[in-house]
T-cell receptor, first 115, second 115 residues
């Protein structure tokens, strides 16, 4: 069985602060992928990033960066210089080597960025 | 954007009535999924399909059935709705161009209330 835990249910920051969203996962698979999705107040789910289990390089995309550490089974997401538009629920998810390669989601972290 | 639509977008029904939700995609993606989203649980997989007439159960399949008679349509049926099935339902599709671990694209969601 696979499991994803996002211990932070809600985070509130002031605009321009940096914020890190934590994601810890459990899986017995050797090959797996990790994902982050964003759900803004409008409700749709937006794909942000996919990372495979063999690639531990950090990734940066504009103000977003991701830190993948297999040693601690974590895939954390950092937003630098947060903006009000970053306010959303963020989900971490795992796809293991199972039938259908199903996604297992964490419970989500609600980020509120105040002006 | 995978061109996924869901209908209806909102529905209120009574306990014991049958309900069918429809997911329609225009991208010819092979895999399709139904998830439900509940506070604190993230998204949980109900059923998925890996081809026309090929379906399998997910994590929370009790009380739900699915059908896929065409590539573009994936139907979710609640045979006899219960209040515990009040939720937001998301359909997702996956192309295999990037392999079996490709990201999933999500529809806009259907908010179902069972009174």
């Amino acid at each position: 069985a696979q499991k994803v835990t996002q211990a932070q249910t809600e985070i509130s920051v002031v605009e321009k602060e940096d914020v890190t969203l934590d994601c810890v996962y459990e899986t017995r698979d050797t090959t797996y992928y990790l994902f982050w999705y964003k759900q803004p107040p409008s409700g749709e789910l937006v794909f942000l990033i996919r990372r495979n289990s063999f690639d531990e390089q950090n990734e940066i995309s504009g103000r977003y960066s991701w830190n993948f550490q297999k040693s601690t089974s974590s895939f954390n997401f950092t937003i630098t210089a947060s903006q009000v538009v970053d306010s959303a629920v963020y989900f971490c998810a795992l796809s293991g080597d199972n039938a259908g390669n199903m996604l297992t989601f964490g419970g989500g972290t609600r980020l509120m960025v105040k002006p | 954007d995978a061109g996924i639509t869901q209908s209806p977008r909102h529905k209120v029904t009574e306990t014991g009535t049958p309900v069918t939700l429809r997911c329609h995609q225009t991208e010819n993606h092979r895999y399709m999924y139904w998830y439900r989203q509940d506070p604190g649980h993230g998204l949980r997989l109900i059923h998925y399909s890996y081809g026309v007439k090929d379906t399998d159960k997910g994590e929370v399949s009790d009380g739900y059935s699915v059908s896929r008679s065409k590539t573009e349509d994936f139907l979710l049926t609640l045979e006899s709705a219960t209040s515990s099935q009040t939720s937001v339902y998301f359909c997702a599709t996956k192309d295999l161009a990037g392999g079996v671990f490709d990201e999933q694209f999500f529809g806009p969601g259907t908010r179902l209330t069972v009174l």
